[in-house]
Protein backbone atom coordinates (compact mmCIF):
# COMPACT_ATOMS: atom_id res chain seq x y z
CA UNK A 1 0.00 0.00 0.00
CA UNK A 2 2.26 2.56 0.98
CA UNK A 3 4.44 1.28 -2.25
CA UNK A 4 1.48 2.51 -4.19
CA UNK A 5 1.00 5.80 -2.74
CA UNK A 6 4.75 6.95 -3.09
CA UNK A 7 4.63 5.84 -6.87
CA UNK A 8 1.63 7.75 -7.08
CA UNK A 9 3.26 10.80 -5.77
CA UNK A 10 6.05 9.82 -8.00
CA UNK A 11 3.59 10.06 -10.94
CA UNK A 12 2.21 13.19 -9.91
CA UNK A 13 5.01 15.12 -9.48
CA UNK A 14 6.44 14.04 -12.63
CA UNK A 15 3.40 14.96 -14.28
CA UNK A 16 3.49 18.69 -13.11
CA UNK A 17 7.88 19.18 -13.63
CA UNK A 18 6.27 17.41 -17.72
CA UNK A 19 3.83 20.58 -17.49
CA UNK A 20 5.98 23.10 -16.59
CA UNK A 21 8.24 21.77 -19.20
CA UNK A 22 6.67 21.79 -22.37
CA UNK A 23 4.78 24.55 -21.29
CA UNK A 24 4.84 27.88 -23.52
CA UNK A 25 7.26 29.90 -21.70
CA UNK A 26 7.95 26.98 -19.40
CA UNK A 27 11.43 28.13 -18.79
CA UNK A 28 10.50 31.52 -17.39
CA UNK A 29 7.59 29.46 -15.94
CA UNK A 30 9.94 26.87 -14.26
CA UNK A 31 12.09 29.77 -13.15
CA UNK A 32 9.57 31.26 -11.57
CA UNK A 33 8.61 28.22 -9.59
CA UNK A 34 12.26 27.48 -8.15
CA UNK A 35 12.54 31.06 -7.25
CA UNK A 36 9.47 30.74 -5.07
CA UNK A 37 10.31 27.53 -3.56
CA UNK A 38 13.93 29.44 -2.73
CA UNK A 39 12.03 31.99 -0.64
CA UNK A 40 10.16 29.64 1.04
CA UNK A 41 12.98 27.40 2.04
CA UNK A 42 14.91 30.27 3.08
CA UNK A 43 11.53 32.24 4.95
CA UNK A 44 11.16 28.59 6.45
CA UNK A 45 15.12 28.54 7.85
CA UNK A 46 14.28 32.26 9.32
CA UNK A 47 11.03 31.19 11.07
CA UNK A 48 13.12 27.90 12.47
CA UNK A 49 16.03 30.14 13.64
CA UNK A 50 13.72 33.05 15.37
CA UNK A 51 11.80 29.72 16.63
CA UNK A 52 14.98 28.47 18.33
CA UNK A 53 16.59 31.66 19.14
CA UNK A 54 13.34 32.54 21.13
CA UNK A 55 13.44 28.56 22.76
CA UNK A 56 17.17 28.63 23.63
CA UNK A 57 17.05 32.74 24.42
CA UNK A 58 18.63 31.89 27.91
CA UNK A 59 21.24 29.43 27.08
CA UNK A 60 22.43 32.09 24.01
CA UNK A 61 22.91 34.85 26.90
CA UNK A 62 24.60 32.37 29.16
CA UNK A 63 27.63 32.40 26.06
CA UNK A 64 30.72 34.28 26.48
CA UNK A 65 30.73 36.93 24.88
CA UNK A 66 33.67 35.22 22.51
CA UNK A 67 31.47 32.58 21.76
CA UNK A 68 28.63 34.43 20.99
CA UNK A 69 30.58 36.26 18.70
CA UNK A 70 32.17 32.96 17.04
CA UNK A 71 28.43 31.80 16.97
CA UNK A 72 26.86 34.97 15.44
CA UNK A 73 29.59 35.15 12.86
CA UNK A 74 29.64 31.45 11.54
CA UNK A 75 25.64 32.58 11.29
CA UNK A 76 26.30 35.43 9.08
CA UNK A 77 28.96 33.28 7.61
CA UNK A 78 27.32 30.74 6.64
CA UNK A 79 23.97 33.27 5.06
CA UNK A 80 26.46 35.27 3.34
CA UNK A 81 27.69 32.23 1.69
CA UNK A 82 24.20 31.20 0.62
CA UNK A 83 23.96 34.46 -1.13
CA UNK A 84 27.03 34.75 -3.11
CA UNK A 85 26.54 30.68 -4.17
CA UNK A 86 25.91 31.55 -7.89
CA UNK A 87 29.03 33.99 -8.17
CA UNK A 88 31.24 31.16 -6.73
CA UNK A 89 29.60 28.90 -8.65
CA UNK A 90 30.58 30.44 -12.01
CA UNK A 91 34.34 30.63 -10.56
CA UNK A 92 34.08 26.93 -11.60
CA UNK A 93 35.86 24.33 -9.59
CA UNK A 94 37.75 26.84 -7.18
CA UNK A 95 34.79 28.83 -6.52
CA UNK A 96 33.32 25.88 -5.15
CA UNK A 97 36.17 24.57 -2.76
CA UNK A 98 36.04 28.06 -2.01
CA UNK A 99 31.89 27.71 -1.17
CA UNK A 100 32.45 24.51 0.67
CA UNK A 101 35.36 26.04 2.49
CA UNK A 102 33.57 28.66 4.07
CA UNK A 103 30.42 26.97 4.70
CA UNK A 104 32.99 24.17 7.13
CA UNK A 105 34.47 26.93 8.51
CA UNK A 106 30.89 28.47 9.68
CA UNK A 107 29.97 24.93 10.58
CA UNK A 108 33.12 24.74 12.73
CA UNK A 109 32.55 27.33 14.33
CA UNK A 110 28.80 26.51 15.06
CA UNK A 111 30.26 23.43 16.55
CA UNK A 112 33.34 24.46 19.10
CA UNK A 113 30.51 27.23 20.43
CA UNK A 114 28.77 23.63 21.13
CA UNK A 115 31.37 21.53 22.21
CA UNK A 116 33.16 24.44 24.14
CA UNK A 117 29.81 25.64 26.04
CA UNK A 118 28.54 22.44 26.64
CA UNK A 119 32.02 21.35 28.78
CA UNK A 120 31.63 21.85 32.52
CA UNK A 121 34.48 23.29 35.04
Avoid at 10 to 15: N, R, S, T
Avoid at 63 to 70: D, G, K, N, P, V
Avoid at 93 to 110: E, F, N, Q
Wanted: aromatic residues 14%; glycine residues 10%; hydrophobic residues 55%.
Amino acid sequence: MQRLRGLRNFAIVALVALAIAVAPGGGTGLSLVLWLLSIAFFASIALLGARLYRENRFTIDSLSTTERAIAYCSIAGAFVNFTATRRLFDLGGAGVLIWLSILGLCSYGIYWVWRHASQYG
